[in-house]
């Protein structure tokens, strides 16, 4: 029997590519599967580092790296580059993320921002002060910056994994409370762990950014320009004191956030290009194949220029960005950061000391009792209420995983105890328990005890 030829695609289309994605179930899917990646990368981070390669691999991060022509060169070692170069990529990710949100997501609207943006507060006070309890004083009280972050990747991807057992705003609480957590910690990296500030390359960075600022306000849309500029302004950071990753979230709110065309003038140029096609295809019979291939292809392009100028140079970037942070740079800075020797280390006296002891209960209690008490006092102040469908339980088993910290705690961590290794290897084994203690509390709150928690709100 013959297969039946039909006209048409031969594949229908919602099967084959699924429906059109929501730019936050966009990023809620990439998300979910960095959060997988990043797992996976860590417990092989610990494997090798434990295993009898681990001080090969450690010092592979030490080796110099060299950029630069003639006398102006920038050497600085593996591990600095990805902190310092490529991280400053992943903060560029969180200010568009974080400016999305702003204008037109969860955070856009001063009564749905409430309860997230409250919940990030709590949830960075109580745990920066649980952590000064342990540690008043000394070198070790520099870490109070370490339990306040939450990992977004693994705290979402965790999350997502019960999608089907919890309502979305569950969801959608979740990752605004993050991206304004992020927020909270970019403003503590900037405030508090910056070295001996030169005025001169802080005033050159000022300059790069008034520069970016007007490029913005004159309507120049074209990537290149900004890219340039926030390289000056990377390098500039970088060289002034103040740490040069920022200058990725600063770059972010200088993009532009509208395309050149409105949607009006979208369609206007779509029906344009349409009916030169019908006239291409009409003026091809009877004429020269090559002629008409050519034609077609100067549409195609025309079309493809007509497309890219309805979307934003922030949507472009933001697009094009996030696979490159979320499957390659997060899970780099994984091998680079999370290589604690499990083998090597006297796990119980390490667990005992102050500084991990303040990070662990930080996170995990610290984030809880934060989250979940600014959350409520919000609402009790009528400031904020919970979404539609969502109960307390549901927002205290969201608070667990908020003790996720990982990628932003080890960040600030380094940060806090550059000069004191033995401190941040405390802290390192601290942000990992605490990290596995609270996607396992936050799972076990949320499979157990979400349903009906919509009635308890």
Known sequence: MKPKITTGHPYPLEPLFGKILSPFERFLRQTTAGGIVLMGMTLLTLVVASSPWGDAYRHLWETPFRVGLGLRTLEMSLHAWLNEGLM???????????????????????????????????????PAGIYLL????????????????????????ILVLLAWRIPR????????????????????IALFFTRAIDMQLLAAAAALLGILVLLNRGGIRHSLPYAILGILLWLALLKSGIHATLAGVL?????????IFTPHQFDERL????????????????????????????????????????????????????????????????????????SAMPIREVVLQPVTLG????????????????????????????????????ISGA?????????????IGQLAFAGAPSLFEQARLGTMLASLISAILGLGWLYFGARGASADG
């Open 88 to 126: 400053a990529l992943f903060f560029l990710l969180v200010g568009l993320e974080l400016k999305r949100e702003i204008m037109v997501g969860e955070l856009a609207s001063p009564r749905n921002a409430a309860l997230p943006v409250a919940g990030a507060v709590g949830g960075m006070l109580a």
């Open 134 to 157: 342990f540690n008043p004083s000394g070198p070790a009280a520099a870490g109070w910056g370490v339990p306040m972050a939450t990992d977004i990747a693994f705290a979402v991807g």
């Open 169 to 188: 705003g569950v969801i959608i609480f979740l990752t605004a409370l993050a991206i304004a957590d992020d927020l909270g910690a970019v403003l503590v």
């Open 251 to 259: 770059l972010a709110f200088v993009i532009p956030p509208r395309p």
């Open 271 to 342: 029906d344009a290009v349409k009916r030169a096609l019908h006239e291409a295809e009409s003026d091809s019979e009877g004429s020269d194949i090559f002629l008409s291939i050519a034609r077609l292809f100067g549409l195609a392009e025309r079309l493809e220029r007509t497309s890219a100028a309805v979307q934003s140079p922030q949507q472009r970037m933001e697009h094009r960005l996030a696979p490159w942070v979320t499957f390659g740079i997060i899970p780099l800075f994984a091998m680079a950061n999370a290589g604690l020797d499990v």
């Open 359 to 394: 990070v662990v209960l930080g996170l995990v209690f610290g984030k809880f009792l934060g989250i979940t008490g600014f959350s409520w006092l919000a609402v009790r102040l009528g400031m904020a209420s919970l979404p539609g469908g969502v109960g307390w339980r549901h």
């Open 399 to 411: 608070a667990w995983l908020g003790g996720i910290g990982f990628t932003m705690s080890l960040f």
